[in-house]
């Protein structure tokens, strides 16, 4: 079984006949890195909150490494699977931000020392060793996802989602999280990451990009694949990564840019080759 | 002028003797009909700044000025700035009720403040406030969410059962439905889709074009580059620089002050590092620059 999530004609409704995940059917490998993108209200939290087991499935199967999604597999599945919320205070439970990371840690019964020091580790990753005692109240709404980051990667699970994890922060703090999540799939290659995001340029960089439209998956593929046909992906009201932007206008006057060219930096060397 | 700051300075914990200046002696003015970005990395003072505006923050000293309302904890200097207004302006800087009216604030995290039963009753709660009445307000109320494209179907759901970037269209709603003067906005793309930003900025750029002031604060430099006529940039409380976004963007300061510089400005200025055989340096968009790229490309 090398296969970390697979869904199977999953359908959902939070409201009678309203269906807001219509038939959806995806696997991920380990390892991959996928962003998930699409409109507001396309269904990207609600399908994360049901591979979590956070809602429930009207229909249809999800399983997380072979272990099927539902109520009597759930202390399982929360194991393997941990979750950044796109609003960090639906999960700020502890006190202090100490008392925060170690949540979890105490719920899997981490002895002591052990989740001192990993508290310490994770804290000081997100850059918030000196804030270890302060309250959520005390925070501003980015410390408060740094918070929520390290208190998920300190639990080393297999499969981790991060919805809309950085949009609070300043494009340093983004880049910061970024190298974070790198070395963590350095050390880790078998972390299978999920990154729920309106950013293309971050979608472009990943390994597949899924696009959900109205609760139906659009287009799932790599991201050359994905992005390839700008209409398609206006239609639904997306924009293309700003290197396509230069590959296209530039096709247009007979400029070819070879299709290995991924970000500015490759393109300007070959400009100005 | 229209908005103006003089010397101002804030401290948040003023008995706390680890306390620092969130905004550390700022002087600025803004015209009316100005487009102004404020910029500058977490915790250099810009929703600080801007709250001096609606008399949400007093400066710890120096005065916000926006029209004939001043705004200041430095009673004397109040005392003096309002002695010669007219009676009922004075009563009004007393009251700061049509401060409030004047100055449209989006907060940073407007969907936190949600709280009616309805959508609808949500956003009307500004204008009802303003005593706007009843029927009209609902008017106001329905053209602001069809403009933040909130479809009627919405209307009666909570605002709690909206998806993330959903509560942040209602949230703006509901400050466009009181039609301010100057409107203020504090991050209003993060979260939003690619066509929701565009739609948003199509929209502030409109209400700007009407003759209104507005101020956005905001980490996308694309945004600024678009939009604004004038840029304001804080580090660490203090004022840097006021200028033009092409002046920001072309200039060499911008890692000093953390700034994410616009795609388009950092390829330009990759092509210039490496040589790039025309000059390209006069150009700032991004079809002249493809025209130059791909003339006669041998
Ligand atoms: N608790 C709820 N009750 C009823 N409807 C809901 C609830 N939460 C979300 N919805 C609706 O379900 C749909 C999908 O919402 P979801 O939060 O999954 O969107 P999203 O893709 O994450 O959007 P965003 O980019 O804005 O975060 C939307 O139409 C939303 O209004
Ligand atoms: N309610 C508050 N209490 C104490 N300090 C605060 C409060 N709000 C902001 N600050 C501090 O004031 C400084 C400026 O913050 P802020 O204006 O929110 O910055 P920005 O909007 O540029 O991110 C920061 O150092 C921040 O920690
Ligand atoms: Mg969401
Ligand atoms: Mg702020």
Redesign the interface.
Known sequence: MSKAIEVKNLCFS?EKDVQKIKNISFSVEKGEYVTLI?????GK?TLSKLLCYLLEADSGEIYLNGIKVCEENSAKIRKIIGIVF??P?NQFIGSTVENDIAFGLENRRVPREEMKELVLKYAQKVGMEKYLKKAPDEL???QKQRVAIAGILSLNNEIVIFD?AT???????VEDIKRLIRETKREHPDLTFISIT?D??EAYMSDRVIILNKGEIYKDGKPEEVFKDKDEIRKI???IP?VL??KN??K????QIPDEIKN??E???F??K | MQIKCENIKYIYNPKDPNSYYALDDISLEIEKGDFVAIVG???SGKSTLIQTFNGLILPTSGYSQVEYFYITSDKKLFKSKIKNLSKQEQIDNKKQYMLRKKVGMVF??P??QLFAETVLKDVMFGPRNFKVPEEEAKELSKKALSEVGISEEYYEKSPF??????K??VAIAGILASNPDILILDEPT????????KDLIKLIKEIHESGKTVILVT?DMDVVMECASKVVVLNDAKLMKICTPEELFNGDDFETF???IP??Y??KK??IE????KDISSIND??SL??V???K?E
């Open positions: 939070y699409g409109h507001n209200g396309s939290s796109q609003n205070d501003s709404g980015g809309e949009s609070m922060l300043d494009p340093e703090g309106h293309i340029e009201g997306l924009d700003f932007k230069v206008a530039l247009t006057k007979t400029l500015i930096d393109l300007s060397d400009l100005c | 990395k977490t915790g940073q995290f969907e936190y059962e909206l998806s993330g970037g959903e942040r269209r993060a979260g939003l889709d690619p066509d929701g930003k980490h953390a700034l994410e795609t388009f950092k390829f990759m092509l490496k040589g790039y055989k991004f079809d493809m025209g790229l791909g003339e490309h």
